[in-house]
Structures are given as structure tokens and as C-alpha cells.
């Protein structure tokens, strides 16, 4: 093949052969002509899956282990309450269109994270740099929206899950002190058994990634697996017909039953931590990806759950099913040990988040020092974290609140108005559907929000009638 000669080095490039000159050179430095376009396809050569480089990669078994132990905490226990608002059939189909709903937003942050990912030349993105990027590489009415968009994920994720590892000291020192205080016969001081789970907590954040978080939320995926294991022994037991339950309630109640759902299933804080820390972050998504089975799964237990639940206890449900367990019964004990030992080590996982958060924000000012400046950073957050549980046993409504607000914007608005900003510039597809479902989303957002506040005040107002 002949190729033209250069007084360089006497051979032209295929780079060159193909880029047109502007006519200058500075330094021996040749100049080019580059559009807009062209660049961005060079982007898309750009496999960011192959460059991304890490120093403790996840497996795609230790990431559904993690997303498996993010989406079934404590809030599981409420679906046969669920159950009891809407009825056995209705709930049924609500919960699989609210899980559908919230998967699908977790789904596009994660897609939208890989086409910015190409657009950039970034491998790795939090779910704050993916709401920035897609401003800054979205239309030109966006681009002032990136520093008030990376802000608001990153605020709004900080406080709802550094509050809620706040009531998890709670439902940890609740679920002992239910143990304890049918073997003791008196009232154990809660603060006192929050104030005990410090220094296990503290040593628990400094662990340092999410690979060795793994074998903790294994052990917490196991113990409330044995711990649904005895409750649902407990609801086949004496099971009255489906005949003595309505299959449909009041439509009325629906919003609220779907509310529940909503705050109990959605994780979205965790998704794009976990994203980041795959070995093979392609496989995270996909129709058989780890997000879709892991999510199914967890829709098939809350399903299960919250229908035997509604049907057992009908009517006498009470908010946490555990609530109807017989107290004196050594497996009904067993129960609330193990659920405090899985939210214990579901602690680390979901502390993680706001670690990672606290750390982006300070790592540049301790370069000196840097694994010390770490620990020092993540005992201080466990401290502060523990003292509010202590100064406010009864912190959980008004967490609920706030997971209410929050939720609703970080779990559903925000995802679909990055989707939207993404691919502006490539169409919503026929009829423009994607921006219907968008809406559709936003609407449901919108109810639970206002249904979601409502039960968190009506929670606050029965605390303090008491």
C-alpha cells in the first residue's frame, strides 16, 4: 500500500491521512480539524468496562449478595400490613408493579451511567457524578442544572441513609431488648443498649470496601433467611382459607398500601456503589442481569411474605409481623435476635454509602495522611450516627419522613429526568413513549410522596399522644 510521505518522519499516519489540517504548526506539532462528531465517536470506541481498573474487584455473586441484603431489610416485615390495606389480590399486583417501577428507575441510572461513561472517558461514576455528567454533556438548558443536580443527589442520599443507619441502632437495641426483657422481667433502658453497640459499629465501618463487606451481608442474608424461615412456620400454621380475607379492600387504601412497598423495596443508594466496584460491570445490567434477579427474587419474598402474613393474622396484622408472634415462644425470640444480627451487618453496607460520600468530600485534604484521615472520618460518622439514636430513641417516624421525601425524588424523579437529559438528543422513541413512562413515573412519585408523609405524620402524632 503506498502512503504519502511526510517531513517529519517520512510517513503519514492513518490519523492524518484521514483528519484535515487547519494549516498551522507550532512546535513541530501539527494541527487538526476536529468536529464535534468526530469526537464523539472516538468516545465510543472507548470500552470504559475494559479500562476500568481495580484494586478489589466484586464478583457478580458478591454484588447480588450485597443488592439481595440492601433490598430486604426491615421494611419486609411490613408487608402483610401491606397486605391488610389493599387486599390478597390487589396487593399482589401492586407490589409487583411498584417493585417493577422502582427496578426500572435503578435500570436506567445504571444505563445512563455506561452511555456517559463513553461520552466522557470515565470508567467509574457515583450517582451525583451521573446526574452532573448528563447536565454537562446533555442539552445546552441543562448544562446549568449540573452543580445543583450532583447537590441535590448528593445531600438527599447523605441524610436519608445516615439517618436510617441511625434507626437501625434502634431496631437493633428493640429487638434485643425484646429478648431481654422477657428473660429479665424488667424494663432494660434502650439508650443504654444503643450507647453499647458503638464500638462493634465502629469496628464494623472500618471495614474498608465493599469486597470484604461480602461475608457480612452474606451472614445477614442468612440470618434473615432462617428468621423469615421461622415466621412463615409460623403463618402456615393453623392458615385459614383465602374465602375469610378480602381479595380486594378499599381502593382508597391502595396509595398507602403502595407506599410501604415503595420505601421497604427501593434501594437506589447502593446501585451505582455497587456498579463501580464490579468486576464485569456490563453484567449488572441486561434482561437476566444481577439487578433483574436479584430484584425478582426479593419481589417474590416480599410477595410471599405479605400475602401468608394478611392471611394468618387478617385483621389483628400488626405493623411488623413479628408483632404477632407469640413472645413466650423460644423460635419467636429466636426471631428478633436474628433479625437484629442481620441489621447489624446490613449496617456496613448501607453506612458504606455515606462513607463513600463523606470521603469524596475530604480525601483531597488529607493527602498527607490518608488512611489515617479515613478512619478518623468513619469513626466520627459512626459516633454522631449513634449519639442521634441515643438522644432520639424514637427517631424512626421522622426518618420515614424523610425517606418519604427523599425516596421519592432520589428513587424515581431523578433517574428518569437523567434518562430524559441523556439522550435528549437521540429521540424517546416511537410516539415519544419514553417520556409517557417518565411521566407515568412522576405521578407515582408524587403519591408517594404525599401518602408516604402522611403515614410518617400520622406515626409521629400517635408517638406523641402517648
Known sequence: ??????????????????????????????????????????????????????????????????????????????????????????????????SAICTHCSYILVVCAHELYRRSGKTQMSFSDVAEQACRNGPKWAHKLAVPARLIVLIGIFITYFFTCSCYCVIIAKNMNYVLEHYLHYEVNIRMLIAMLLIPLILLAYVPNLKYLAPFSMVANGCMAVGLGITFYYLVADIPPISDRPLVANISTLPISASITMFAIEAIGVVMPLENHMASPQSFTGLCGV???????????????GFFGYLRYGDATEGSITYNLPEDAIPAQIVNILIAIAVFCTFGLQFYVCLDIGWNGLKDKCTKHPVLGQYMMRTAMVIICVAIAIAVPTIIPFVSLIGAFCFSILGLIVPVGIEIITFWGKGFGAYNWKIVKDAVVVVVAILAFIFGSKMAIQDIVELYRK
Open 291 to 305: 439487578l433483574n434477579q436479584g430484584m425478582s427474587f426479593v419481589t417474590l419474598i416480599y410477595v410471599l411474605l
Open 1 to 98: 500500500m503506498d502512503t504519502e510521505k511526510s517531513p517529519q518522519n517520512g510517513t503519514v499516519t492513518e490519523l492524518e491521512t484521514f483528519l484535515p489540517k487547519d494549516n498551522s504548526e507550532a512546535n513541530g506539532v501539527t494541527k487538526y480539524k476536529v468536529k464535534g462528531d468526530d469526537f464523539e465517536a472516538l468516545n465510543y470506541e472507548f470500552d470504559p468496562f475494559k479500562a476500568r481498573q481495580l484494586e478489589h474487584p466484586v464478583s457478580n455473586m458478591d454484588t447480588l449478595t450485597h443488592l439481595l441484603k440492601a433490598s430486604l431489610g426491615t421494611g419486609i416485615l411490613s408487608m402483610p400490613a401491606a397486605f391488610k390495606a389493599s387486599g390478597l389480590v390487589m396487593r399482589i399486583f401492586s407490589t409487583i408493579l411498584v
